[in-house]
């Protein structure tokens, strides 16, 4: 299930209006064990406490349910979507990053690589947008290198996903010097 970036948001602000509404109302109806007067014939009934409790706690796990989810599903952008006659489809952002992360893991010379990538869905085009970060030894040839990582994951995201990339940035580190770990 995914939901849009509105609808994701309308989410979270109806979770947290319905959590501030049932607390206050509870705390405002049961005034430290003293029930207002309205409620006073109420009172004296055992069940009514045990009702307006459990209907508070429903409530509440209902909001709260509503608030996580909202907060842990993906919006429509952490997809590519592609439509046509015949449906969509949609490509998740962790397929895209294990693409890059494949093709540049391929270099020798590339050690604990990270990727981070962009999707935009535009009504007319849509842009990806990668950045890479590899880790690499001293004496490594980094234009040639970086030039040739440029290339090579915008072909095969372009390969993997039907679009043009709009951009990729590649980053390098010296393994030895930032990681403070024996790299094998």
């Known amino acids: 299930m995914r939901l849009k970036r509105w609808r994701k948001w309308v989410n979270v602000i109806f979770a947290i209006a319905l959590l501030l509404a049932i607390f206050c109302s509870y705390f405002l109806m049961f005034d430290y064990g003293k029930v207002t007067n309205t409620l006073a014939g109420y009172y004296g009934q055992g069940w009514f406490f045990y009702f307006l409790t459990i209907v508070s706690i429903l409530g509440a796990l209902f909001a709260l349910f509503i608030f996580i989810q909202a907060i842990a599903l993906p919006t429509i952008n952490n997809?590519?979507?592609?439509?046509?006659?015949?449906?969509?489809?949609?490509?998740?952002?962790?397929?895209?990053?294990?693409?890059?992360?494949?093709?540049?893991?391929?270099?020798?010379?590339?050690?604990?690589?990270?990727?981070?990538?962009?999707?935009?869905?535009?009504?007319?085009?849509?842009?990806?947008?990668?950045?890479?970060?590899?880790?690499?030894?001293?004496?490594?040839?980094?234009?040639?290198?970086?030039?040739?990582?440029?290339?090579?994951?915008?072909?095969?995201?372009?390969?993997?996903?039907?679009?043009?990339?709009?951009?990729?940035?590649?980053?390098?580190?010296?393994?030895?010097?930032?990681?403070?770990?024996?790299?094998?």
Not at 101 to 114: E, R
Not at 144 to 170: C, H, M, Q, R, W
């Open 79 to 184: 997809y590519l979507i592609d439509k046509d006659d015949s449906g969509e489809m949609l490509i998740t952002s962790k397929a895209i990053e294990n693409n890059v992360l494949t093709t540049v893991n391929k270099y020798p010379g590339v050690k604990n690589s990270s990727a981070i990538v962009k999707v935009n869905n535009g009504k007319k085009a849509h842009k990806i947008n990668t950045k890479v970060t590899c880790g690499v030894y001293e004496g490594e040839d980094l234009n040639s290198l970086g030039n040739t990582i440029k290339e090579d994951v915008a072909n095969n995201l372009e390969t993997f996903t039907g679009y043009p990339v709009d951009k990729v940035d590649v980053k390098f580190y010296d393994i030895k010097k930032d990681s403070n770990k024996r790299v094998v």
